[in-house]
């Protein structure tokens, strides 16, 4: 089971931690990404983290923005987002997949069939 925290309201140019608790998931055998949806919009990949594989992605309208990392002994997966503007708004999940699993993609977000429940940001102008 995946469990998002750590959403909320914010202004634009302020920051939020999101959290995703995997206790489930061995971090070396599986990737955990962070997807979003805005309203009206297509679910998006945000960043994606897969210590078996050494990766940390970040998808280009985040870069130099978000920062993702990982605490094994925590868990937990964290996004750091910073100078949050409004289009940033949206249902943030956690996602996992198998990495053992040769159709799991991180650098493309694809695979992934675990979710969490997702956490709302939203940033005001």
């Known amino acids: 089971q995946l469990a998002e925290s750590g959403g909320g309201l914010v202004q634009a140019g302020g920051s939020l931690r999101l959290s995703c608790s995997a206790a489930?998931?061995?971090?070396?055998?599986?990737?955990i990404a962070w997807f979003r949806q805005a309203p009206g919009k297509e679910r998006e990949g945000v960043s994606c983290?897969?210590?078996?594989?050494?990766?940390?992605y970040h998808a280009d309208f985040v870069k130099g923005r978000f920062t993702t990392s990982a605490d094994s002994a925590k868990e937990t997966i964290y996004l750091q987002m910073n100078d949050l503007t409004p289009e940033d708004t949206g249902v943030y999940y956690c996602?996992?997949?198998?990495?053992?699993?040769?159709?799991?993609?991180?650098?493309?977000?694809?695979?992934?069939?675990?979710w969490g429940q997702g956490t709302q940001v939203t940033v005001s102008s």
């Open positions: 996602a996992a997949a198998d990495i053992t699993t040769p159709t799991t993609i991180c650098t493309s977000f694809e695979a992934f069939d675990i």
């Open positions: 489930d998931y061995a971090f070396d055998d599986y990737a």
């Open positions: 983290i897969s210590r078996g594989d050494g990766i940390i």
